[in-house]
């Protein structure tokens, strides 16, 4: 059973940065696209950047300049460094796969339901 595993969550100060990684149980390479996505509480999950297996990357406004999505293939990891954290990014972040990239990947970042399997998740709380 494919198994995805976030880290790199915690608590920094507004203006800091984190590294999440997700690690996947078999090839990235058999995914079209891999997202990151967070949750606020009592909302939905969101996009937050998305990459697919050419390299080409979405992300939401609200990051943009300030998050930059990356993927390693020999080690089955995506990445997203979180830079110039805000209080308004505390949430949960996930990374989830989606088998088949049916629109662009922009859409793709903005429907959380195309994506087949998730990971548990890594809290990141920023706040002084």
């Known amino acids: 059973q494919l198994q995805l595993v976030e880290s790199g969550g915690g608590l920094v100060q507004p203006g800091g940065s984190l590294r999440l990684s997700c690690v996947v149980s078999r090839s990235i390479l058999d995914y079209d696209v891999i997202g990151w996505f967070r949750q606020f509480p009592g909302k939905e999950r969101e996009g937050v950047s998305c990459?697919?297996?050419?390299?080409?990357?979405s992300y939401v406004d609200s990051v943009k300049g300030r998050f930059t999505i990356s993927r390693d293939n020999a080690k089955n990891t995506v990445y997203l460094q979180m830079n110039s954290l805000k209080p308004e990014d505390t949430a949960v972040y996930y990374c989830?796969?989606?088998?088949?990239?049916?629109?662009?990947?922009?859409?793709?970042?903005?429907?959380?339901?195309?994506?087949?399997?998730w990971g548990l998740g890594t809290q990141v709380t920023v706040s002084s």
């Open positions: 990459i697919n297996s050419g390299g080409s990357t």
């Open positions: 989830a796969t989606a088998a088949r990239q049916i629109s662009s990947i922009q859409a793709m970042c903005l429907t959380p339901r195309l994506y087949n399997n």
